[in-house]
């Protein structure tokens, strides 16, 4: 299973840095998603870093913003998000790609295991 943490209100121009622990799978066999839902819109995708750690794959709406780390070590992966807007305001999710060892995509279809959301409000 997966879970995320770290959500909150933050200002409009400032940071916030999600976390997501993993149990219950060999977690450095698998790639990580980060994903948002907004309300009335559909889930979609933030990032994908490969099992290894070695790439991560950015959506176009976060790309220089967003950071991906990823701890094999303690099954953890973080999402660090800079200059937050309004816009940002989202349920996050992280989740785990129904196959191990293969290259990242960034569609939620080749998804399985999903944390439970976490609430980001960007907001003055």
């Known amino acids: 299973q997966l879970q995320a943490s770290g959500g909150g209100l933050v200002q409009p121009g400032g940071s916030l840095r999600l976390s997501c622990a993993a149990s219950?799978?060999?977690?450095?066999?698998?790639?990580i998603g980060w994903f948002r839902q907004a309300p009335g819109e559909e889930r979609v995708a933030l990032s994908c870093?490969?099992?290894?750690?070695?790439?991560?794959e950015y959506a176009a709406s976060v790309q220089g913003r967003f950071f991906v780390s990823r701890d094999n070590a303690e099954n953890t992966v973080y999402l660090q998000m800079n200059s937050l807007k309004p816009e940002d305001t989202a349920v996050y999710y992280c989740?785990?790609?129904?196959?191990?060892?293969?290259?990242?995509?960034?569609?939620?279809?080749?998804?399985?295991?999903w944390g439970q959301g976490t609430l980001v409000t960007v907001s003055s």
């Open positions: 870093t490969s099992s290894s750690d070695a790439d991560t």
């Open positions: 219950g799978f060999t977690f450095r066999y698998y790639n």
């Open positions: 989740a785990r790609m129904t196959t191990a060892w293969t290259s990242c995509v960034l569609s939620r279809y080749e998804y399985n295991v």
